[in-house]
């Protein structure tokens, strides 16, 4: 054969080579840093592995589950949803649940829908640093707005960006990644009712927080525009479980069925899932410990003549350094994984076990002398 196109070379053919999309060329792949080191306090995770008697329970379902592996999933999730409904309360039913593999895709599948080209999804930084990729991937338009100098927001400055921009979409995390900070609900019940575009609520850390219960869930009833994203990765403990999911009006439900994958939920993760619920209890047992070391390590940082964020959540920043990256190395090399993130200066930990936080206040007790502050 003497046609041999260079795509045929299929070891060495470079990316370059692809016909990738244009905005694609040169993008890494996102993600922080998964460093095999003793202490990792860099993604926020639950650091509880599960109970014997929830890993045993989740052992059994997806065993039972095994027999029927032959046949597609159920593509509605019915039961599943059905359980968070259950567990989120405020009188949530099924249709006005979505799930998916992680809270990553369901905000996909909600961009999906109501984003898109010529579509504007607006967010407040500094804040998650997945939002901008979600807009990439649905090629919607992403405006990131300033938050308040000490990172909250009020309706006024969401309001005023709204009529600036006029977004189809904004996205408000509280608490806020990677600032901790919290939005009251009296706040984003005004945000909804000065605006149309819709509203995205991401309640990853909302379990973190000293007041669980009010949550934008007890505004649904009022406003068809809001939507509330949870996962089960934070307090959960269920990060490699991936599963996140929404509350909102069935209507938003009936959107996101039109653009899922079918069979986007694998069985496996539909009845793992279903089995940590049903022991919520457990899977949740860790978390006012988190929260009260989240306080303490706040605390001992701000002891140490730190600046910290106050946050509610099971994270925080510390700072400011004239070079975080030599501190963020400074800890990686004694063993310690954090996250370097957020505004200039600053860097990201994780509340882990006590041992994990020993370990990490050690390192940087080492380190601080000689770390060059920001005036
Ligand atoms: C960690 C995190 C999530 C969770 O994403 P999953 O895909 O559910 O693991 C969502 N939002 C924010 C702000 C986060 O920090």
């Known amino acids: 054969m003497s046609h041999e196109p260079d795509l045929v070379l299929h070891s060495e053919v470079q990316l370059a080579d692809l016909p990738l999309r244009p905005e694609l060329v040169g993008v890494e792949p996102y993600g922080a840093p998964q460093l095999d080191v003793p202490v990792r306090l860099n993604v926020n995770e639950n650091p509880y592995p599960p109970s014997d008697h929830v890993r045993e329970a989740m052992g059994k379902a997806v065993g039972r589950a095994a027999s029927g592996l032959n046949r597609y999933p159920d593509r509605e999730a019915l039961e599943l949803r059905r359980d968070l409904a259950h567990y989120l309360g405020f009188g949530l039913g099924v249709d006005q649940v979505w799930a998916a593999n992680g809270s990553n895709e369901v905000m996909v599948h909600l961009l999906q829908a109501f984003g898109g080209p010529g579509r504007k999804l607006m967010s407040f930084a500094p804040t998650y640093s997945m939002y901008p990729e979600y ?19 009020d309706a006024d400055l969401v309001c005023a960006a709204v009529e600036e921009h006029h977004p189809d979409l904004i996205l408000i995390a509280t608490p806020n990644n990677p ?7 009296q706040v984003i019940a005004e945000i909804c009712e000065r605006v149309e575009c819709l509203v995205i609520v991401d309640e990853a850390y909302q379990e973190f927080t000293e007041l ?21 990765s934070k307090a959960f403990a269920y990060a490699g479980g991936r599963l996140g999911y929404l509350a909102a009006a069935s209507a938003v439900v009936d959107a996101c069925r039109i653009v899922r994958l079918p069979y986007h939920l694998s069985t496996v993760s ?3 899932a ?8 457990e899977m949740l047992d860790q ?3 988190l929260r009260e070391a989240s306080q303490g390590l706040q605390l001992w ?21 004239s070079d975080r990256h030599a501190v963020w190395q400074g ?5 310690v994984l954090v996250r370097e993130i957020g505004p200039e200066g600053f860097l990201r930990v994780s509340v882990g076990t006590r041992e994990e936080l020993d370990g990490f206040k050690q390192a940087l007790v080492e380190i601080l002398p000689s770390a060059e502050r920001m005036g």
């Not at 279903?274 to 209890?281: M, P, V």
């Not at 800890?331 to 063993?335: F, K, S, T």
């Open 331 to 335: 800890l990686l090399d004694r063993g």
């Open 287 to 289: 978390v006012e410990g």
């Open 274 to 281: 279903r089995a940590a619920l049903a022991n919520a209890h």
């Open 135 to 153: 807009a990439r991937g649905t090629n919607t338009e992403y405006v990131s707005v300033p938050r308040h100098a000490d990172f909250t927001l």
């Open 301 to 321: 940082l701000r002891r140490m003549g730190l600046t910290v964020v106050a946050s509610q959540a099971n994270f925080c920043l510390f700072g400011r350094f």
């Open 212 to 232: 669980p219960e009010d949550s934008a869930l007890a505004l649904l009833p009022r406003y068809g525009h809001l939507i509330v994203i949870r996962t089960m």
């Open 270 to 272: 539909q009845v793992a």
């Open 179 to 185: 600032t901790g900070t919290v939005v009251p609900v």
